[in-house]
């Protein structure tokens, strides 16, 4: 595999990834910053997969857009393992073509309540997205987790939103895309106490028709 470090300015989200010769098999995107590692995989190299993505995790499974752009998504949870899981999906869902997988590189990763509050936060997130069509059935939530806890796992949301439009899948919602336009300038009806008849006294207007 070749390795590529990406590294910005402040509000730019430096990453490590290794991208492997063949271009079928899964890339590896290190996040340092939150301890995150990711992988991008295609649905004929889940076989592919090291056993160190058998740990918890959660992932995304990603259609393939359709001519107005919009995809299809199904957000999971893998207490059990990563690997284990996404294999059971190549049985049981045939709609997503790749996927991206988010486990803890550290030596204490996520635990089950950890990726069921992830797996509820990253539906809420591809659910008020413009573009997205979301598989589940129901919203799943894991609220066992304390608000410290909370406030931690909220920070890796950034990076894993930032991979998703990177490759393709912009997780941006419409209150996203209100907050960017630029402000519309008004009129304002404010008096400044200049009347039309002082600007024709002192010559910076001419009577005449309009």
């Keep these: 595999m070749t390795s590529a470090s990406v590294a910005g300015s ?3 989200l430096p990453l490590s990834v290794l991208l492997p010769e063949d271009a079928g098999a899964p890339a590896l995107i290190y996040d340092t910053t939150a301890a995150l ?4 995989v295609d649905r004929g190299a889940v076989a592919e997969l090291t056993g160190d993505w058998d740990v918890p995790g959660v992932y995304v499974l990603l259609d393939r857009h359709d001519a107005e752009g919009t995809w299809g998504c199904y957000v999971g949870k893998a207490p059990g ?3 284990t899981r996404l294999a059971q999906h190549l049985r049981s869902r045939d709609h997503w073509c790749r996927a991206l997988l988010i486990r803890r590189d550290t030596t204490f990763g996520f635990n089950s309540a950890h990726v069921g509050w992830l797996e509820g936060r990253l539906y809420d997130l591809l659910d008020a997205a413009a573009d997205t069509h979301l598989h589940n059935g129901n919203r799943p939530s894991d609220e066992t987790l304390p608000p410290y806890e909370r406030a931690a796992l909220e920070s890796i949301v950034p990076p894993i939103r930032r991979v998703l439009r990177l490759l393709g ?3 941006e919602s419409p209150d996203d895309q209100v907050a960017a336009r630029p402000a519309a300038r008004t009129r304002s ?9 002082q600007l024709l006294d002192v010559g910076l207007l001419t009577a005449g028709r309009f």
Aim: glycine share 10%; net charge positive; proline share 0%.
């Design 189 to 197: 009806n404010r008096f400044y106490g200049i009347t039309v008849k």
């Design 81 to 83: 393992g990563v690997r």
């Design 37 to 40: 590692a990711m992988a991008v």
């Design 169 to 171: 899948y912009d997780t």
């Design 10 to 12: 402040a509000d730019q």
